[in-house]
């Protein structure tokens, strides 16, 4: 319909997020749509960012925007306002993206938080702060020593306090982090500096995180992680452990996917 264009590409995008979506959404909580798959395919493929942010949201989902912001002050507060909050045009108050969440990065300190921190309190949204990601060289900064302690200790430790002026009903902030799966030994001293936020865990499946290591996230309750699986899910039907549903099926196997995922997390408890 739309022949070889930025058009046609964000037109499948959301066709086939929206099949996944079906599928899975009784049996999970939360997506994570990484804005740069988005961003790559321009203006239409923010639309399809867009159309499956509100569509997710009409299915009872918590959207956790991927889209790691953070900058001086006043750039900060226009990341926020697009999309966790709003802005006024004339007298009238309009919403961009309107995740529920978003990934941050602390780089720029508390001038680049702040900002993110004042909408979540305004909007009850929250955000996730970077603090030990699971790609392999996140070591190169992260696991450098100030003060005795490494780096990711010392923003758990920020988060912590960020967090302290928004903690909810349940307990738990509206500032959560994010530490990956692949370092348990690591995520174990970050739930202790952090006890009430909330932990993102990327890298489960693809990025070799197992069921095994994810018990130290979690606090006694039970609670205080979330744990994503990215092309596990999505790409589910390119395993040979679900090959036979086949490409036309592709949802069909993300659902299954999800479901064996489900209860090997659950194996730990």
Same mark, same amino acid.
């Given at each position: 319909?739309?022949?070889?264009?930025?058009?046609?590409?964000?037109?499948?995008?959301?066709?086939?997020?929206?099949?996944?979506?079906?599928?899975?959404?009784?049996?999970?909580?939360?997506?994570?749509?990484?804005?740069?798959?988005?961003?790559?395919?321009?203006?239409?493929?923010?639309?399809?960012? !867009? *159309?499956? %942010?509100?569509?997710?949201?009409?299915?009872? @989902? /918590?959207?956790?925007?991927?889209? #790691?912001? $953070?900058?001086?002050?006043?750039?900060?507060?226009?990341?926020?306002?697009?999309?966790?909050?709003?802005?006024?045009?004339?007298?009238?108050?309009?919403?961009?993206?309107?995740?529920?969440?978003?990934?941050?990065?602390?780089?720029?300190?508390?001038?680049?938080?702040?900002?993110?921190?004042?909408?979540?309190?305004?909007?009850?949204?929250?955000?996730?702060?970077?603090?030990?990601?699971?790609?392999?060289?996140?070591?190169?900064?992260? !696991? *450098?020593? %100030?003060?005795?302690?490494?780096?990711?200790? @010392? /923003?758990?430790?920020?988060?912590? #306090?960020? $967090?302290?002026?928004?903690?909810?009903?349940?307990?738990?902030?509206?500032?959560?982090?994010?530490?990956?799966?692949?370092?348990?030994?690591?995520?174990?001293?970050?739930?202790?500096?952090?006890?009430?936020?909330?932990?993102?865990?990327?890298?489960?499946?693809?990025?070799?995180?197992?069921?095994?290591?994810?018990?130290?996230?979690?606090?006694?309750?039970?609670?205080?992680?979330?744990?994503?699986?990215?092309?596990?899910?999505?790409?589910?039907?390119?395993?040979?452990?679900?090959?036979?549903?086949?490409?036309?099926?592709?949802?069909?196997?993300?659902?299954?996917?999800?479901?064996?995922?489900?209860?090997?997390?659950?194996?730990?408890?």
């Amino acid at each position: 319909e739309h022949g070889e264009t930025l058009e046609a590409a964000g037109a499948a995008i959301w066709e086939y997020n929206k099949g996944i979506i079906d599928a899975v959404y009784d049996l999970i909580p939360a997506v994570k749509p990484q804005i740069a798959m988005y961003e790559q395919f321009g203006i239409p493929g923010l639309v399809a960012f !867009d *159309k499956t %942010v509100k569509y997710c949201q009409e299915k009872g @989902l /918590v959207v956790i925007g991927d889209v #790691k912001r $953070g900058d001086i002050g006043s750039t900060s507060t226009a990341y926020a306002n697009g999309h966790l909050g709003s802005v006024t045009i004339g007298n009238t108050v309009c919403r961009g993206f309107d995740e529920d969440f978003i990934t941050v990065n602390p780089y720029l300190g508390t001038d680049g938080i702040k900002p993110f921190v004042d909408v979540c309190k305004e909007e009850k949204k929250g955000i996730f702060v970077l603090v030990k990601t699971s790609n392999p060289s996140s070591g190169e900064l992260q !696991d *450098k020593e %100030v003060d005795g302690k490494p780096l990711y200790e @010392l /923003v758990g430790s920020y988060v912590d #306090k960020w $967090g302290s002026e928004c903690v909810g009903e349940s307990g738990y902030s509206a500032v959560g982090a994010v530490v990956g799966a692949t370092y348990p030994e690591m995520g174990k001293v970050l739930r202790k500096v952090m006890p009430k936020s909330y932990i993102l865990v990327p890298g489960y499946g693809a990025q070799g995180g197992t069921a095994d290591g994810l018990k130290p996230y979690f606090n006694e309750d039970g609670l205080g992680a979330i744990v994503n699986s990215s092309r596990g899910i999505i790409c589910a039907y390119k395993q040979e452990k679900y090959a036979q549903f086949g490409e036309a099926n592709y949802a069909d196997a993300s659902r299954q996917a999800v479901i064996d995922m489900r209860d090997d997390i659950n194996s730990i408890f």
